[in-house]
């Protein structure tokens, strides 16, 4: 699943609802199927999408109705900033001579809006808000950006996983208008999977919204994100003009034991748009304006070097909801070329013979993920739907043939083929 499109059309002025009414900041997507059909988003939910996906990373959802931060109409001047609206309460003229002082000077690079407080601010204005963990903790932080004030806080017992902000797995626990780092602001949870949760929040230094992915807090996942940020890391520096078309990374941090990613916030993956089109297909010349923006970035990442090793519909995502540009999302279980972390990789749908095998592998792999893909784009089903990987090579070959000698001697051949290269059945 968030830069100039942080937040959904990247022209996102929160400031312009009050009270119930929203902005509509999505013009009605259209798209044709393969059957001629008008395939329409206008009135798309924004839980439908994101409930469909098997592994959600970071897909927002088009709607109507834009969500706002949970504090923002409350807050003096339009601020998106809950302790700063305190100490306006409580001293108006220190709010003002605080706000002359947090003014960027000329040439600094901070927008006018990003106003913060001091911890020791934030224990005497916000004290209320602030459960005992966070009193300890709020000093380690030297700007406060927002503290969650209305929100139903977990009660935090020293001796219960992660002073109680763990589930017994080790996922964080979502709460909604909660702070994160005392300066995101939890808006919805958009998806769950086995390395942890995304969820939607806003910025209140930067005023826009961005998808944050949230670690498990179990050992293994947090070595597996080093490796994510590293090749999101060199993604960024070798991709300065932003034309790869990979999901940009913002930020990365280490809350409460959790290590945590911000990304830009897009819009509904390409398994949303087939389910929209209730499987029947996109229009072709809309499948060709996708490949080529999913080549652009395939072609980019061999040129590094870096496999993606999780190419599918689900990883792949409009940028906005009217326009059918789409960046690649989810550089989870990716690698460098000559260093794999995995061997089991890929979801099985898109996964090459030489992953299942058990042979070496390389960028090819996601070229094999993108031709399947493309198919199911255009007819509306899996090219390749294995209920398990001996039926995944039987497809295979029942369409393409039996692979060459170097495949099936791999380190897993003899699970699918008897000595004379004949498929077998476990």
Partial sequence: MENSQLAFDGSCNPTKAHGTAKACLFPPLTFCNGHGEALSMK???????????????????????VELPHCLNSCPVGMANISIRKMYEQNPKMYEQYIRKQEPRPGEDRPPSA???????ALKFCQNSLVPYEEREIVKYKKIYYVGEDAQKCSTLDSLNNYGNDDANGFYRIVKADHIAYRYEVIRLLGRGSFGQVIKAFDHRKRTFVALKIIRNQQPFHRQVCSEVNILSLLCR????????TVRMIDHFTFRNHKCITFELLSISLYDVLRLSKYRGINLKVVRRFAFDILQCLDF?????????????ENIV??????????????????????????Y?????YRAPEVILGCIYSTP???????????????????FPGVDETDQMALIIEMLGVPPPKLINGRRGSIFFDPDGKQQWP
């Fill in 365 to 383: 792999i996601d070229m094999w993920s993108f031709g399947c893909i493309l198919v199911e784009l255009f007819t509306g089903n899996p090219l």
């Fill in 43 to 65: 009135n798309l939910s924004l839980t439908d999408a994101s409930e469909t996906a098997d592994d959600l990373s970071l897909s927002a959802v088009a709607s109507d109705a």
């Fill in 345 to 349: 990789i890929q979801s099985r749908f």
């Fill in 238 to 245: 070798m991709d300065e003009e932003n034309k790869s078309n």
């Fill in 318 to 343: 409009l940028r906005q909801s009217d326009r059918t540009g789409v960046r690649v999302i989810d550089f989870g279980s990716s690698c460098v070329k000559g260093s794999r972390l995995y061997s």
């Fill in 115 to 121: 106003h913060f407080i001091t911890p020791q601010q």
């Fill in 301 to 313: 990442l061999k040129r590094y070097g870096i496999i993606h090793c999780d190419l599918k519909p």
